[in-house]
């Protein structure tokens, strides 16, 4: 059973930079795909991208391509998102997961686990 927490959530003025972490633990998550997807009020969860924590590349949606980065620390058990130039179209639930069987990454239906989410809300 993995178990993922994620934090580092807030607001932050449009332009601006933010760092959400995962903590991950329990399972046999080193040979897992980690996911990023997020939810706006009134629309479904969307991927944000995804990344191998034993091969470490990654995967992003169009949408953040170029200014978000997805990476793992192996040492803090922790998967991050560093999202720069924010814009008010950001404001979600940022979700973390992960899956074992993720053929498709940015397909929520394969990941096996999900944290809670944390809260980014980003102003003009």
């Known amino acids: 059973q993995v178990q993922l927490v994620e934090s580092g959530g807030g607001l932050v003025q449009a332009g601006g930079s933010l760092r959400l972490s995962c903590a991950v633990s329990g399972g046999s ?5 980690m996911g990023w997807f997020r939810q706006a009020p009134g629309k479904e969860r969307e991927f944000v991208g995804a ?3 034993s091969a470490g590349i990654p995967t992003y949606a169009d949408s953040v391509k170029d200014r978000f980065t997805i990476s793992r620390d192996g040492a803090k058990n922790a998967l991050y998102l560093h999202m720069n130039s924010l814009k ?3 404001t ?3 979700y973390c997961a992960a899956g074992s069987r993720v053929y498709y990454p940015s397909r929520e239906g394969l990941y096996d686990y999900w944290g809670q989410g944390t809260q980014v809300t980003v102003s003009s």
């Open 92 to 94: 979600a639930l940022y």
């Open 88 to 90: 008010v179209e950001d």
């Open 29 to 33: 998550f080193r040979t897992y795909i």
């Open 51 to 53: 990344i191998s924590w």
